[in-house]
């Protein structure tokens, strides 16, 4: 059964502070995966994406990893911002028969405090 | 939130009644998809779709049908039949053939019942 589990399931830092959330997955055959960012009651918004041949990606002061071996991806968050306090997705897809299927993680719960 | 609009914000449903979410992008995009989430848990598929006027379940569309009739716009009705609707509500769509192709979510409808 594919799944896709993040770690911690919630963190508080103060302003300022680097954090790193992980993502344990199973899903295969593997295509790509997502870091998603969450607002309370938004929808997400992509913030990298990653296929097989790629270790790292940034995006400001997001940098995501991916080791395709040990099936294991980090999102760094570099100086932290209030306005960082979000749910972090990370999304896993398959892609066969021209369709992805993705599964998604339940989330880190972020909250940076001044 | 990427040229996708949901309607409404919020919607109240009642015992017995049918209710319809609307899904609209402007993106000029393939496949539509409505995920369905809940506290603690990942986003999960209910319904996606292709292309037009083809669509395919996802692994909980038991109470739920969608309708494809224009690339633009793709509806999702909670019947009376899904006993247990409260819940926030995305549609997301994203470009087909390609493997990295990330998907565009919209704001989201949180269903709630009387």
């Known amino acids: 059964k594919n799944q896709v589990e993040q770690s911690p399931q919630s963190l508080i830092i103060l302003e300022g502070k680097n954090c790193t959330l992980q993502c344990n997955y199973t899903v295969s055959p593997f295509s790509n995966l997502r870091w998603y960012k969450q607002d309370t009651g938004r929808g997400p918004v992509s913030l990298t994406i990653?296929?097989?041949?790629?270790n790292t990606k940034s995006n400001g002061r997001y940098t995501a990893t991916l080791d395709a071996d040990t099936k294991q991806s980090s999102l760094h968050i570099t100086a932290s911002q209030l306005s960082d306090s979000a749910s972090y997705i990370c999304v896993v897809s398959s892609y066969s028969g021209g369709y992805q299927k993705v599964t998604f993680g339940t989330g880190t719960k972020l909250q940076v405090i001044p | 939130d990427g040229g996708i609009t949901q309607s409404p914000k919020y919607l109240f449903r009642k015992e017995g009644q049918n209710v319809t979410l609307s899904c609209e992008q402007n993106l000029n995009h393939d496949a539509m998809y409505w995920y369905r989430q809940d506290p603690g848990q990942g986003l999960r598929l209910i319904y996606y779709?292709?292309?037009?006027?083809?669509?395919q379940k996802g692994d909980i569309a038991e109470g739920y049908s969608v309708s494809r009739e224009k690339k633009e716009s793709f509806p999702l009705t909670v019947t009376s039949a899904q006993k247990n609707p409260t819940a926030f509500y995305l549609c997301?769509?994203?470009?087909?053939?390609?493997?990295?192709?990330?998907?565009?979510f919209g704001p989201g409808t949180r269903l709630l019942v009387l």
């Open positions: 997301a769509s994203s470009p087909t053939g390609g493997a990295s192709k990330a998907q565009y």
């Open positions: 990653m296929t097989f041949s790629e």
């Open positions: 779709s292709q292309i037009v006027n083809d669509f």
